[in-house]
């Protein structure tokens, strides 16, 4: 790490936050204080000791200074010029002697430096400095307090600067070098695809005008190039600190990997590309709490992480595998050091949810320091559905009787409280399935209350909570979030499956009102797949800005290279599966011997896909079957993939919307053909009834919302499996008399030859 002087010329601005966390941090990482209070709890329990104050104290008071070439900037939580003192809030829950020494060792960096800070600004020789903590469940404050003077204050900050200051001088360095390449960079591969420089050229433009991007583009054209590129180009001119590429799975984050691989080439592009991985899949002692008495990469985890993060500098790429290796030679633990190498990366790979969620690290980091960030979201249409899990949650009584059964005493008895309110609610609900008009109130409470007991109880404990109790614990506080935002984005609703089991749970329906300040926050937000179609439906249901901008990317492909073909005299309705399944058989066979290849054959359940690969083999032995089957590992899901071979012959029999539906790239005589048996429309059920019920009341389209959309954007990613190259030929078999309605037809990519689409019978 250089620790050469900041050119004068050039300033590097630093929040308080940022400085205090990067040189007063010392110590075990240590959670045992957590889960913390939600951002709304946090912002309310600072609005009420703001509150209890007098008519003259100040809330959130900007502060800011240069020291050197730093440029150091936040806010105060409060000042009462009267007497002269700041005060800086701590929200919290449980006990207070929980919060480690570590972190009020911080807490007070941060107040000291505000105390600097506030003497400069206002030419003030002494100060005085309150701690103030607020336990959210009891409203109680802690007031921990001090006096400084101007001269020792000065003195705790120079020292903190000067500890940061060589790191500071090496980031901007890193930015300079970063933007000056950026500006010079061109595309890797001399040209682009057909298609791909449309996609390219509106990601550019989005950018420029800081806008919200939906394009909708063609599988094979490269997407994740042909957006990571202008998004990198774009980041000198509109001044992004980082690049967020989000992927709703494994495949797609690989491709960002590999494609930021390309543009940094041999090492020419001063590029640091970081990969996040969930915390189960990085942690590398799960049977143990996140604290120094308990994991031994906690132990000592700060004083440990500045090698760890220097060596991380020197890291070509911080895939996954990298990451891993450099934290276990440093004796780090591998999740936390990847959080904190998202401070000093420029592209950031990971999952929709570091975004998007509601517990967002991502997100929450951009707003505590001010980052500019450019969001990109591959397989975009998976966006409703995952942001609609990321904002419901649900509880059964066999989870509360699991939990309590291995609860500690206290906890127990909360947990008894809890089933007695859930009683209530059971006998004012009769029926087997019941949407609820408003959250319970007493229910929330005891729900409540019993979250902030286990927290008390695992801040006093060494070990784990036992399974039953700690995923009981986990749904009950994602439980109470969600009723604290309840309307009409959501449903309530209450399911018996039997005499001793009810289950509980907030449905997120519209996913709009929790993602629309993700929008708000990102320079700009492109989202896309081949599937996007219509964009009102993703505008509507996600919350984009009124001002998104939207683009249907030319195909490359032409018609010539995939025949589709429609059986129209096929029901895959669920009344007439049965009498289906010989037609379906034969209807293959007959294709395979027309054209002997690797083929996909995709069904809507796994029930329908055993009844129709029996009938097919019994039927027809000598052509060669392989299954997904439920649950596959990621091996057993590369040895399917592997049966697609040049040369090869067969037909793998999968499951729409599955792990092979999209994200598959099997070009060339890898696979030449589809069979699609079903629309794909989501199950007739009593919630989805009710999805369908507000969908209509809130977009007069609750079919459309509901099922058909939906289906569809399954069918054609499937379909898209085949041509994946300007030079691929293929057949896509349509089955089902419903493919040939004119409305169904109009959801189809327009490339598709449709105006003498062959409507066979299958016979």
């Known amino acids: 790490m250089s620790s050469a002087p900041l050119a004068p010329a050039r300033r590097y601005t630093v929040s308080v936050r940022a400085l205090c966390e990067f040189t007063a941090k010392a110590g075990d990482l240590d ?84 105390g600097h800070l506030l003497c400069q600004a206002q030419g003030l020789e002494r100060v005085n400095l309150a701690l103030v903590y607020f336990e959210i469940g009891s409203q109680q404050e802690t007031r921990l307090e001090e006096s400084r003077s101007r001269e020792e204050l000065a003195e705790l900050f120079g020292a903190l600067c000067e500890r940061f200051i060589g790191w500071a001088a090496q980031e901007l360095a890193h930015r300079q070098a970063r933007d000056a390449a950026l500006e010079q960079l061109r595309f890797p591969h001399g040209d682009f695809r057909p298609g791909q420089r449309q996609l390219a050229e509106a990601v550019f433009r989005a950018h420029a005008g800081r806008r919200s991007l939906l394009a909708q583009a063609p599988t094979g054209i490269g997407k994740t190039l042909g957006t990571l590129f202008p998004a990198l180009k774009a980041a000198p001119r509109q001044q992004l600190d980082k690049v967020l590429f989000l992927a709703a799975k494994t495949p797609g984050r690989q491709l960002a990997l590999d494609a930021a691989a390309t543009l940094k080439g041999q090492g020419v592009l001063p590029l640091r590309v970081l990969e996040l991985s969930a915390r189960e899949k990085a942690c590398e002692h799960p049977e143990r709490l996140c604290r120094g008495d308990s994991c031994p990469l906690a132990q000592g985890f700060y004083d440990r992480l500045a090698q760890a993060r220097a060596a991380c500098l020197d890291a070509p790429l911080l895939d996954r595998a990298s990451l891993r290796q450099i934290a276990l030679a440093h004796q780090v633990c591998p999740y936390y050091l990847g959080s904190e190498m998202t401070r000093w990366s420029d592209v950031i790979v990971g999952d929709y949810n570091y975004w998007f969620d509601g517990g967002a690290m991502l997100y929450a980091m951009a707003q505590a320091h001010d980052w500019r960030v450019s969001v990109l979201a591959d397989e975009a249409h998976n966006l409703v559905a995952r942001a609609r899990g990321m904002y419901s949650a649900q509880l059964s009584r066999a989870s509360l009787r699991a939990a309590r059964a291995v609860a500690p005493a206290a906890v127990a008895k909360l947990l008894e409280k809890i089933g007695r309110a859930w009683s209530a609610i059971g006998k004012q609900a009769l029926l087997p399935y019941q949407v609820l008009e408003a959250m319970p109130p007493r229910f929330i409470e005891t729900l409540s209350a019993a979250n902030n007991a286990i927290s008390d109880h695992l801040a006093q404990v060494a070990v784990p909570l036992e399974p039953p109790l700690r995923d009981f614990h986990l749904e009950a506080m994602a439980f109470v979030r969600l009723a604290e935002s309840f309307g009409p984005h959501s449903l309530l609703d209450l399911t018996r499956q039997d005499e001793r089991n009810t289950v509980l749970a907030v449905r997120n329906v519209v996913p709009a009102p929790f993602l629309g300040p993700r929008f708000a926050q990102a320079h700009a937000t492109t989202l896309f797949s081949a599937t996007l179609g219509p964009w009102h439906y993703f505008a509507d249901l996600l919350g984009m800005p009124k001002d998104t901008a939207w683009i249907d990317v030319e195909s490359p492909f032409h018609a010539s290279q995939l025949e589709v073909r429609v059986a129209q005299d096929i029901s895959t309705r669920w009344q007439r599966r049965s009498a289906s399944i010989a037609p379906i058989t034969a209807l293959m066979a007959r294709q395979f011997h027309q054209r002997p290849g690797n083929y996909l054959a995709f069904f809507s359940s796994f029930d329908y896909l055993q009844q129709a690969l029996a009938a097919f083999t019994r039927a027809h032995p000598d052509i060669p079957t392989w299954q997904q089957s439920r649950g596959m590992s990621e091996a057993e899901r590369e040895a399917f993939l592997a049966r697609f071979v040049v040369g090869g012959r067969g037909i793998g029999f999968a499951v729409l919307g599955g792990s092979f539906g999209e994200g598959v790239d099997l070009p060339g005589e890898r696979l030449i053909g589809a069979f699609v048996a079903t629309l794909g429309l989501p199950q007739v059920n009593e919630v989805n009834e009710q999805l369908r019920l507000r969908m209509q009341a809130l977009f007069g389209a609750g079919y459309d919302y509901t099922y058909l959309y939906p289906g569809l954007q399954k069918v054609v990613q499937a379909a898209g499996r085949v041509i994946r190259t300007e030079s691929d030929q293929g057949v896509v078999w349509l089955i089902d008399e419903r493919f040939a309605q004119p409305e169904v037809q109009a959801l189809l990519p327009s490339w598709w030859k449709r105006d003498d689409v062959l409507q066979a019978t299958g016979h």
């Open 31 to 114: 959670l045992r204080f957590t889960p913390t209070p939600t951002a709304r709890q946090g912002m309310e329990g600072h609005a009420i000791v703001a509150s209890r104050r007098g008519e003259h104290y100040q809330s959130e008071l900007a502060l800011a200074i240069d020291h050197g070439a730093l440029h150091v900037r936040g806010r105060a939580d409060g000042y009462d010029a009267d007497r002269q003192l700041l005060e800086e809030v701590k929200t919290y829950r449980g006990q207070l002697a929980s919060i480690p020494d570590n972190h009020r060792h911080l807490h007070w960096a941060q107040l000291r430096v505000y």
